[in-house]
């Protein structure tokens, strides 16, 4: 595996744009994001909901929801990652995920510093926040009723913020920012090598 990689950088230093046009062909990329969103789901859904009894709030079952669509896109790219309607229709609903997901991310670190302020000795004017408008009836994209269809996974419960939850003084939404960047930087040269190469395909 080591000698693989050290091989591959070689190759992407070398001739960097034939080599993301290849490694977007390849099922490893999109492996290792559904990976990363399983793992995700499943710390949000087993550790922190279910052993620190944790309520996702509204922001919480909208960033699980975006992981879903990261999840399915790399599922789509594992399955035919050489087919370029299904490569299109994954790329889409990737960045889809990745963008939405972002925004709420975002959105939920605001809240959390909201509802933090007292402690840091701020109120919500010096906090640069608002209040933290949160509803037990979320709306996702195309009115899907995914919170009565999975209720565990997407049934809000608890207030947008309000965790205590940290580590390396990180909260929960910072950490999701982080991932999104993640997914950022591993999506946006396959997608650029990808249309690259359709284009020049088609010259």
Request: hydrophobic share 50%; with cysteine.
């Amino acid at each position: 595996m080591m000698i693989q990689l050290k091989q591959w950088f070689a190759d992407l230093k070398a001739r960097p744009l034939a080599t993301l046009e290849a490694t977007q062909e390849r099922r490893t990329v999109w492996v290792v994001m559904a990976c990363a969103c399983v793992c995700l789901l499943g710390s949000a859904m087993g550790y922190f909901q279910w052993f620190l009894a944790m309520d996702p709030c509204e922001n919480c079952v909208y960033i699980r929801f975006s992981q879903f669509c990261i999840l399915l896109a790399g599922i789509a790219m594992v399955i035919a990652p050489k087919n370029v309607i299904v490569k299109v229709l994954g790329l889409a609903l990737a960045w889809y995920g990745i963008i939405y997901g972002m925004d709420k991310a975002i959105i939920l670190d605001g809240q959390h510093v909201a509802s933090h302020a007292a402690e840091a000795g701020l109120d919500l004017f010096q906090s640069g926040q608002g209040a933290n408008a949160c509803s037990l009836e979320p709306t996702f994209p195309l009115d899907l009723p995914l919170h009565q269809w999975l209720p565990f996974e997407f049934a809000p419960s608890g207030i947008c913020g309000e965790d205590d939850w940290s580590l390396f003084g990180l909260n929960m939404a910072q950490y999701c920012i982080i991932s999104y960047c993640v997914f950022i930087v591993c999506a946006l040269p396959l997608t650029i090598a990808f249309f690259t190469k359709s284009l020049n395909c088609n010259r």
